[in-house]
């Protein structure tokens, strides 16, 4: 099983609510990455776990809050967006650390999120 | 530090024909460089990937990719196109498994028939 599974797939919401993206994946993978990509350009990091453990925060507003409840598991909290976070949010695994052999990513097939 | 330039943001070709992606890298280490694939509105799908052992590489869907280390480029080609390669297109880098995959700026590849 290569898959990353990501719900929901289309999400609208508020700029008062409170909501979640959830990502699971039973590969074994201890790295999971959240991207962030507008149309028309490339993805975006926003977060990377190793070991459950928050490794990479690339300077992402406090109203985006992810969490690593287990290793199979990523959560993307939001609360208060605005219009232009409006985006594909895509989730991704890979094993963590060496080099060489199995190092790629495997991206689920993301959350259309628009924010009214 | 590690960059991705893909040199065109559009490629356009008729079908069956062949296609050329270009892709050149910076990095300051051995890195492992990707293709990955995007259809609208999908995640993205892995093409190939070199992580230093054979120089050629060949993916899925008939795609290959040479690594040539003295001109730091990593470019796709397919001998022949199909309706369905009509997608975007990103060139990725990475130091390691686990660390940041820095992006290409993408090509869109439009398939005419």
């Known amino acids: 099983d290569t898959e990353v599974t990501q719900t929901p797939k289309h999400l609208v919401m508020g700029m008062t609510n409170k909501k979640s993206l959830k990502c699971e994946q039973h590969?074994?993978?201890?790295?999971m990455y959240w991207y962030k990509q507008k149309a028309k350009k490339p993805p975006e990091l926003m977060f990377v776990y190793s070991y459950e453990k928050l490794s990479i925060n690339e300077s992402v507003p406090s109203r985006f809050s992810p969490e690593c409840p287990n290793s199979s598991l990523l959560n993307l909290h939001l609360h208060a967006l605005q219009p232009e976070d409006s985006a594909l949010y895509l989730c991704?695994?890979?094993?963590?650390?060496?080099?060489?052999?199995?190092?790629?990513?495997?991206f689920g097939q993301g959350t259309r999120l628009t924010v009214v | 530090a590690q960059s991705v330039t893909q040199l065109d943001s559009h490629v356009s070709v008729s079908e069956g024909t062949p296609v050329l992606l270009r892709c050149n890298y910076s990095s300051s280490y051995s890195p492992s460089l990707f293709w990955y694939v995007q259809h609208p509105n999908k995640g993205l799908q892995l093409l190939l990937k070199?992580?230093?052992?054979?120089?050629l590489v060949k993916g899925i869907n008939g795609f290959e990719a040479e690594f040539k280390k003295s001109e730091t480029s990593f470019h796709l080609t397919k001998p022949s196109a199909h309706m369905s390669d009509a997608a975007e297109y990103f060139c990725v880098v990475t130091k390691a498994a686990g660390n940041k995959l820095t992006f290409g700026g993408g090509t869109r590849v439009l398939v005419k028939p």
């Open positions: 991704a695994s890979s094993p963590w650390g060496g080099q060489g052999e199995n190092t790629e990513a495997f």
């Open positions: 070199y992580t230093s052992a054979a120089t």
């Open positions: 590969m074994g993978h201890r790295a």
